[in-house]
């Protein structure tokens, strides 16, 4: 199966466990020290040369002088990655400098670099160019093109809405408590499995930006396989007016992401 255009490898612990996902970086060109970060339907991975493996302090590479490649991997996803590996898979050299000039044995990264949704991380690897005790003009301070690949895992979450109502519907009039209800619906995207439950976590209710008093972190219940509601019942409104509510859902598993419902005006007459 398709992900993102990567390899898929579905695994499950019981109704509502997560679907693991592996990303495999779709080949992509990125020089040292100069460019962009290449576009990629996964994540793409940009470097840059620097003298210190804790700083990146730009630096241009000299035989014999230890220097380091800071990885950069570029998270389009709106949730976070684990990337797991990353490495140079071809290096297009400068004219007149060997590719054996170039030390970049220990440039594969191996390990979990977490990536925040719609971020970048970064990693430090070493490189240099050799010193081979001969006239190497040509290969100081050039670019070498590097061709990038990694792979990387993400759970897969739904995306959910929120919206609110009241009872009794607006208007409602003054000394009569009004009920808030949160419905929050969780849906696949394009390429995911079924929604495999209902969304679980919190909701809370806001007039006007404020949190409505006792109707913070209302526990939702499930309505349906992909719907759950949160309900909380007001104080008597004492005086005629609009209130501007909205309900801020929270999820609890990871399993989907939180939503905040549109504004509901409750007219108070």
Request: with cysteine; aromatic share 8%; proline share 7%.
């Amino acid at each position: 199966m398709n992900k993102f255009g990567s390899m898929k490898s579905v695994g499950r612990i019981g109704a509502t466990a997560l679907v693991s996902v592996s990303l495999v970086f779709v080949i992509a060109h990125a020089a040292i020290g100069s460019g962009g970060p290449p576009a990629g339907p996964n994540f793409s991975i940009t470097s840059t040369i620097s003298s210190s493996p804790t700083s990146q302090i730009p630096a241009l590479l000299y035989p014999g002088v230890q220097d380091y490649l800071w990885f950069t991997a570029h998270n389009p996803q709106l949730v976070p990655i684990t990337v797991d590996s990353m490495g140079i898979k071809n290096v297009d050299a400068p004219v007149g400098c060997a590719i054996s000039n170039l030390d970049f044995g220990g440039t594969t990264f191996s390990g979990a670099l977490v990536v925040p949704a719609l971020s970048s991380a970064t990693v430090t690897v070493p490189i240099n160019l050799n010193e081979t005790n001969t006239n190497q003009d040509s290969c100081e301070g050039v670019t070498f093109n590097f061709t990038y690949s990694g792979s990387a895992t993400f759970d897969e979450v739904y995306v959910t809405t929120t919206a609110v109502a009241s009872s009794p519907a607006s208007p409602s009039s003054v000394g009569r408590s009004v009920t808030y209800t949160a419905t929050v619906t969780a849906s696949a995207l394009a390429g995911q499995d079924p929604v495999p439950s209902s969304p679980t976590g919190t909701v809370t209710f806001l007039d006007g930006g404020s949190p409505i008093p006792s109707c913070s972190n209302v526990s939702v219940s499930r309505t349906s396989l992909t719907t759950a509601h949160a309900r909380c019942s007001t104080f008597a409104y004492a005086a005629p007016g609009t209130h501007s509510i909205s309900a801020v859902y929270t999820n609890a598993d990871g399993n989907f992401v939180s939503s905040t419902s549109p504004v509901f005006l409750q007219v108070v007459s």
